[in-house]
């Protein structure tokens, strides 16, 4: 699986909850970053929008003379 410019691949774990069937996800590198799907498909799909919800940067109050930049790491 090919990822695109900008992309990060990240390591998911996936859980199945033997008395409801349902599948937990959570990933690692991110603590709190968590969801759960009906299937292993829905946790996946739903743990990937999670992750991207939790990668979004946070509104911050700046001074007037403060200069943001990003760095690519």
């Known amino acids: 699986m090919a990822t ?5 691949r990240w390591r998911v774990v996936l859980e199945q909850d033997p008395e409801t069937g ?5 990933c690692p590198e991110l603590p709190g970053c968590a969801s759960a799907g009906e299937t292993e498909a829905d946790a996946l799909e739903n ?3 999670a992750i991207a919800l ?3 940067p946070d509104e911050i109050p700046l001074a007037p003379n403060a200069v943001l930049r990003e760095v690519v790491v």
Do not use: D, N
């Open 54 to 56: 939790y990668l979004q």
């Open 22 to 26: 349902e599948w937990a996800a959570w």
């Open 47 to 49: 743990i990937r929008e």
């Open 4 to 8: 695109r410019v900008g992309q990060r």
